[in-house]
């Protein structure tokens, strides 16, 4: 399918339709959040937060993980695309991709974005360089005192927005406070140790075998790691082979 992809498609045709379906997404996922209403009825009612319910993106994709996942995807297809054509059309998928990655409040898309993107950037058009990495720490660290201080402005006033601000400020906070980071790194403990046990680490305990689905029906358990879930579930032979191709 790629190789027929590559050889009989515009990419670029491609890619926009990536991004102009990402921004479609964008305008659903900002109707659920501030209308408070899913596209498709969900058992899921929101998130209880200072005394207002506050709900998480997910269209038609039934998981706020994988709706980010797809968001931040498209946007970092739209990120490069504006990076090797600045027109006003690749900045304004660009940023309103961004918008729908971020309404899903998932903090492992919207860091893999940001990771992506630093990456395209530092190394497209040939190596890294010096000058490169420094431009990069200091968008971060313009952009960073940006959020920090729009976030504390706008969250004292609305509760939509003070949960949001809140997830993404519990991205760097590692500590006991935290229960969703420590209970993350408890999953990964698990999860590895797992891998130890036995033939596991060559042969995986099976597909399908981890994740939200597989603990609530069949006595799985969640890995909150990608890598890990293809290694604990496909073991290192296919795992290996599942990331080189």
Do not use: H
């Not at 899903?104 to 974005?113: A, H």
């Amino acid at each position: 399918g790629i190789l027929f992809l590559l050889e009989y498609c515009e990419i670029k045709r491609i890619l926009k339709g990536l991004k102009l379906t990402g921004i479609v997404l964008s305008i659903f996922a900002i109707y659920e959040v501030f209308s408070g209403k899913y596209l498709i009825q969900s058992s899921y009612l929101g998130i209880m937060y200072d005394g207002s319910r506050v709900l998480r993106a997910m269209v038609f994709s039934g998981s706020f993980l994988t709706f980010g996942t797809i968001m931040a995807m498209i946007s970092v297809v739209s990120f490069y695309d504006y990076y090797v054509e600045k027109s006003k059309f690749n900045l304004i998928c660009l940023v309103v991709n961004l918008v729908g990655l971020v309404m899903s409040s998932s903090r492992g898309p919207l860091v893999s974005f940001i990771c992506s993107a630093i990456v395209v950037y530092v190394y497209i058009g040939g190596r890294a360089n010096i000058k490169r990495v420094i431009k990069v720490l200091f968008i971060v660290l313009f952009a960073g005192a940006l959020l920090i201080t729009l976030g504390t402005i706008l969250s004292k006033s609305n509760s939509t927005v003070a949960f949001y601000w809140d997830r993404f400020q519990s991205i760097l906070d590692w500590t006991e406070s935290s229960a969703s980071n420590t209970s993350r790194i408890s999953c990964w403990q698990y999860s590895i140790e797992t891998f130890q046990q036995g033939t596991n680490w060559l042969f995986g305990i099976g597909p399908s075998a981890t994740g939200a689905r597989a603990k609530a029906n069949w006595g799985g358990f969640v890995t909150e790691s990608g890598l890990l879930k293809r290694f604990v579930e496909l073991g290192t032979v296919v795992a290996v082979i599942y990331y080189a191709f």
